[in-house]
């Protein structure tokens, strides 16, 4: 099937660092969609990209839907202790049923010990 | 908070008896999914529905039934549970005037024995 390679797999954060985690694919999305998914809990959307090129803003979280249509990464600045979790890059594929998003299989951020 | 409510939220049971998990909305949303959660998979669409009675088949949907005979229930329906559902199934909705995000229930985590 479809899929989303997310990159990396997991990650280790100090509280300031700032983080970078990217979604590719072969195939061309008209959305990119991000979530964050805390232990025992649903998803949670964190930031939606609709065009190629776009960069969009939700406080320290900034995400950029890549312009060649096939990407999107998310960036962290400045990480705080409550950022740990996991995060879902999703996309919905261009001529792709209305609202069936594919996932990438998640980063997940720990605290560096 | 999208006004959405699963349960059971556990569920342990033994291979070969049925299942039934409900998702309830509050907010007659057209659109409602099913997705199941497992490691190193991320997240599977099973079904979907897009009206009362009109549902269809996502990408995981074998050993699955889904019934919506109400806008606000979506059930989910494993006939003969085998140890291979064992999963976290997320239910979720896409806003009517939304252009592709979804907003995610808090979980149904079933054991399969």
């Known amino acids: 099937g479809q899929q989303l390679n997310q990159s990396p797999q997991s990650m280790f954060i100090q509280e300031g660092e700032d983080v970078s985690m990217n979604c590719t694919s072969s195939s061309i999305f008209n959305t990119w969609l991000w979530y964050k998914q805390d232990p025992g809990e649903g998803p949670v959307l964190l930031i939606a990209?609709?065009?190629?090129?776009e960069l969009t803003s939700n406080g320290r979280l900034t995400a950029q839907f890549g312009i060649t249509r096939k990407d999107s990464f998310l960036n962290i600045s400045a990480s705080i202790p409550s950022d740990v979790g996991i995060y879902f890059c999703a996309g919905q594929r261009y001529g792709g049923s209305q609202g069936n998003l594919i996932f990438g299989k998640g980063t997940k951020l720990s605290v560096k010990p | 908070d999208a006004g959405i409510t699963q349960s059971p939220r556990h569920k342990v049971t033994e291979t070969g008896t049925p299942v039934t998990l409900r998702c309830h909305q509050t907010?007659?949303?057209?659109?409602m999914y099913w997705y199941r959660q497992d490691p190193g998979h991320g997240l599977r669409l099973i079904h979907y529905?897009?009206?009362?009675?009109?549902?269809d088949k996502g990408e995981v949907s074998d050993g699955y039934s889904v019934s919506r005979s109400k806008t606000e229930d979506f059930l989910l329906t494993l006939e003969s549970a085998t140890s291979s559902q064992t999963s976290v199934y997320f239910c979720?909705?896409?806003?009517?005037?939304?252009?592709?995000?979804?907003?995610f229930g808090e979980g149904s985590r079933l054991t399969v024995l």
């Open positions: 990209l609709y065009k190629a090129g």
């Open positions: 907010e007659n949303h057209r659109y």
């Open positions: 529905s897009y009206g009362v009675k009109d549902t």
């Open positions: 979720a909705i896409r806003l009517d005037r939304g252009t592709g995000e979804l907003f």
